[in-house]
């Protein structure tokens, strides 16, 4: 899964359907925010979780995907930081469920 922001602020995906011929679905937009740096991973169920970091307020927000290898994403952004955050990190998981990647 790729994920980018455009010059509009749109957060677009692009999932990949077939690794053998490398066919992809093409790029979606699935969420609108604010100029910034985002971050993308999965979460400690196996879904992709998307952070975008408002670096002139310092804010931290995430958006997960709706299920494991789903193209949908939840519906709003869920704020982890009101403000003064500085730097962020975002850290795998050594031991990510094994369902999610059967």
Known sequence: MLVASD????HNMN???DVETQRW????PFAQG???RI????????????????????ELW?????AYGSTEWELDWTKLAPSD??????????TPPAAAFA
């Open 34 to 36: 604010h100029p910034t």
């Open 39 to 58: 971050v993308l991973d999965y979460n400690s169920d196996g879904r992709l979780t998307l952070f975008s970091y408002l670096g002139k307020d310092g």
């Open 62 to 66: 995430c958006m997960s995907q709706m």
């Open 85 to 94: 955050i500085r730097r962020f990190a975002v850290v795998r998981d050594p």
């Open 25 to 28: 679905s093409g790029w979606i």
């Open 7 to 10: 010059n509009s602020n749109f």
């Open 15 to 17: 999932a990949q359907i």
